[in-house]
């Protein structure tokens, strides 16, 4: 255990986080929505969507472009869709409100689309599958970001870091869960190591010449490239496609231009697919189930581990030990609290 970390309790961590969103001027429904995920994060040692996230809360609340106490609204008529418009707030209470109409549908219909349109968005999708996959759904989760990723044999960034995620329940409280971003890390992951005086692999940014790099300023001021080359690249213009025109929102090179230099969280739309299985399957659903059981024993009995186990074994460590946060990080949140 390193030296430089404190747990603290989820209580108190949750206090901190919202006590510093509230002083920021968000309304108590936001508060508590972006302190559970940031918390949650922070807690399953999800670093680059955790508690730091709380830092860049204060130059972006501060330019204006945020809607601090949005109410999401929800439009649940037609069949099969679920349209929340966040209205220029933060996507987590759009969720949130949108969550009860997407699993109600998608348990008559089978499978139903959730739009969240015009939110600000900075989280990890996993907390949103996670949250599906408790319904007995299985999901898909996309968003794109900011342009800051070079498709593959390009040099100038084009996507978004742009997060796929994936939920299937299971009968045990942990689903199979994998959400990643199509770049080859997340940007928020660069920024850390930037943070800690760290190099990056090579293979995760270019600088603005479009040389290889292993500075992470060099590469956030470059492009970011994508995971598994023309693979990567290609699951990122889909996100682009489908949570973006085909929702009637921004791509990452629009909500870039909106933005205009502000440098706050991207603004753009989320697409949520969720499919209840009880209907696919009817009375073949527990054997169905098994069969799904069979690949997961198939991966784990050869030693490989199922994306989330390590997130689900910090999880069930820091059960006790309380919510991990390194000491520096901790005195800035505490210092943002008391300004
Ligand atoms: P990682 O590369 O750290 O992990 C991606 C996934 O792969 C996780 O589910 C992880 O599980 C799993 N995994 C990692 N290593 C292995 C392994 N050896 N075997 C099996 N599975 C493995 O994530 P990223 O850096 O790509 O993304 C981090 C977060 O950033 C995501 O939560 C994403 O939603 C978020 N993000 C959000 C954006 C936004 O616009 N809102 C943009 C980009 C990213 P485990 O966690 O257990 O290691
Ligand atoms: O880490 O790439 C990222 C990211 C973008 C928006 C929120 N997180």
Same mark, same amino acid.
């Not at 939110?119 to 999708?125: E, G, I, P, Q, T």
């Not at 342009?147 to 409280?173: D, E, I, M």
């Given at each position: ?8 309790p ?6 901190l ?54 109410v ?32 109600e ?26 949250d ?19 498709p ?31 770049s080859?890390? *997340? ?16 293979g ?45 929102d921004?791509?990452? *090179? ?6 205009d ?62 919510v ?16």
């Amino acid at each position: 255990m390193s030296a430089d970390i404190e747990f603290i309790p989820v209580e108190d961590a949750t206090k901190l986080a919202t006590g510093i969103l509230l002083g920021l001027g968000l309304s108590p429904g936001h508060a508590e929505a972006i302190a559970r995920s940031v918390v949650t994060a922070q807690r399953d040692e999800c670093y680059s969507h955790g508690l730091w996230r709380l830092l860049g809360f204060v130059p972006t609340t501060r330019k204006g472009k945020v809607s601090l106490n949005a109410v999401p609204e929800v439009d649940a008529s037609a069949p099969g869709v679920v349209k929340v418009d966040a209205r220029y707030g933060y996507s987590l209470l759009a969720f949130r409100e949108g969550l009860p109409h997407l699993v109600e549908k998608a348990n008559t219909l089978g499978i139903t689309a959730m739009a969240i349109n015009n939110c600000y968005h900075f989280s990890a999708l996993w907390p949103e599958v996670e949250d599906i996959a408790a319904a007995g759904l299985v999901s898909l989760v996309m968003t794109p970001s900011h342009s800051w990723v070079a498709p593959a044999g390009g040099k100038k960034p084009v996507f978004g870091t742009n997060p796929l995620a994936f939920g299937w329940p299971r009968s045990g409280p942990n689903p199979f869960v994998f959400d990643f971003a199509t770049s080859a890390a *997340a940007r928020g992951e660069i920024e850390l190591h930037r943070r800690a005086g760290k190099t990056i692999p090579l293979g995760w940014g270019i600088d603005s010449e479009g040389n290889d790099t292993t500075d992470p300023t060099e590469a956030l001021k470059g492009a970011m490239l994508t995971f598994g080359g023309h693979k990567g690249s290609a699951l990122s213009a889909m996100i682009e496609l489908m949570a973006g025109p085909l929702i009637a929102d921004m791509t990452s *090179a629009e909500s870039m231009a909106f933005d205009d230099g502000a440098g706050v969280t991207p603004c753009h739309g989320e697409l949520i697919i969720a499919l209840d299985p009880k209907v696919f399957l009817g009375g073949a659903m527990a054997e169905n189930m098994q069969r799904a059981e069979k690949m997961f024993d198939a991966i784990t009995g050869q030693g490989a581990r199922l994306p989330s186990q390590r997130r689900y074994e910090a999880r069930a460590r820091n059960k006790e030990l309380g919510v991990p946060v390194q000491k520096s990080l901790l005195a800035e949140l505490r210092e943002t609290l008391a300004s």
